[in-house]
């Protein structure tokens, strides 16, 4: 027996931008596509929602919005998607919803997965609740400046208060520079393991205008390899690191085929 049957992981952080969608897919794409597991990803940022235009797929008659206001079942809001996993989009728009219902209609869903991924909102109210009281195992994204920490360091307290652990801090956008706070002082400061480090790296900008995840788009770069490694822990699998050769040839690949489909017309700059 998969002992990790329908386990709910959620991905939080009470600041924008720090990177939560990005990391929810591309865990996903590495869970379902390197590790073989059945995944869902739901679209817990209710005002604010990303997960189906990072997936090229918007418009969607039934969403998370229609199952929290109990006009449709939330088997109805599964979606399929080519990367090789399942979604459940939410709709952009100001609907009064029952956030913190997400928890129990989940729960019809987690015979079905090994895996359902919650992309969450940074709005502190019911809002990121609802991913907090839904998640088996919490996520907190950071980035490693003051600001963004301090709100770490609140995520990780209204947690507490609400008698959730928070399993791991996931580090991203780093730099590796002087002024950057290091992986020990979030640790210390936190109480909380930083799980995973990942870099800052242009070619996340790259895959999302592919409308791809990473690790779909280069999956021998540097924060593909931190991806895999980071879901390998998170679901107790080896993580076999590609040797020098494979690294070194399948990067020049990737960014070889990534150059020949470039789309120049779109104005990205691929080589300076
Ligand atoms: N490691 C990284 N290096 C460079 N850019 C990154 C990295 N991770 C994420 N990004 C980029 O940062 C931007 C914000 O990421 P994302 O949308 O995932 O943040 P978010 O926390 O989900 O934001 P929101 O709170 O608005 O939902 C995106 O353009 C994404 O491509
Ligand atoms: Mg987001």
Redesign the pocket.
Known sequence: MDLNKGKVLGVI?I?????????VLNLASVLANDYGKKVLVVDA?FS?P?IGLHLGSVNHKTTLHDVLSDKAHIKHAVHEHDFGFDFIPASLDTRNIKHLKLKNKLADLKNNYDYILL?S??VLNDEILATMMSSDELYA?SSPDLPTLSTTLRAVKLAKERGVQINGLIL??VRGRKYEITKAEMEKLSGVPVVAS?????K??EA?SKVKPLVMHSPYSA?ALEYKKLAALLSNEPYKEPNLFKKAYGFLKDDFHNFLNHDFRKGLKYYK
């Open positions: 952080g600041k924008g931008g720090v990177g939560k969608t990005t990391i940022n604010s990303h992309d909102s940074p994204v991203n956008k990942i870099k800052d790296n242009v996340f900008l999302l924060p």
